[in-house]
């Protein structure tokens, strides 16, 4: 029983990395491009409502200046799941992002 319930796992995993595209694969829209720089830079933030908003400065250990509701409020939270999901995709792109300012 225990061998049956292994490989049906076994199966399971195998399909859902054929079935589950890669996360950099997915091309993003500008406004989103827009809301991983605001989230890299330390200028957007989550509310306690659950909004995305974006300071109109960065924010320092000792300043931390309220901001109205991003633009790109809506298309992150249709994309993303929940905040971590959108951190994560955010620190996946920041190395590309550096690479692109070098290269200019």
């Given at each position: 029983?225990?061998?049956?319930l292994?490989?049906?796992?076994?199966?399971t995993?195998?399909?859902?990395?054929?079935?589950?595209?890669?996360?950099?694969?997915?091309?993003?829209?500008d406004?989103?491009?827009?809301?991983?720089r605001?989230?890299?830079?330390?200028?957007?933030?989550?509310?306690?409502?659950?909004n995305?908003?974006?300071?109109?400065e960065?924010?320092?250990?000792?300043?931390r200046?309220?901001?109205?509701?991003?633009?790109?409020n809506?298309?992150?939270?249709r994309?993303?799941?929940?905040?971590?999901?959108?951190?994560?995709?955010?620190?996946?792109?920041?190395?590309?992002?550096?690479?692109?300012?070098?290269?200019?």
């Open positions: 029983m225990l061998v049956l292994l490989e049906r796992e076994a199966d995993a195998s399909y859902r990395e054929k079935e589950e595209p890669a996360m950099s694969a997915q091309p993003y829209s406004t989103v491009q827009q809301a991983f605001d989230w890299n830079e330390h200028r957007a933030y989550v509310d306690n409502g659950g995305y908003r974006v300071r109109p960065a924010a320092t250990p000792t300043h200046p309220k901001g109205k509701v991003a633009p790109w809506r298309e992150v939270k994309l993303f799941a929940n905040c971590h999901d959108f951190h994560v995709a955010a620190q996946a792109i920041r190395p590309e992002q550096n690479t692109q300012r070098t290269e200019k």
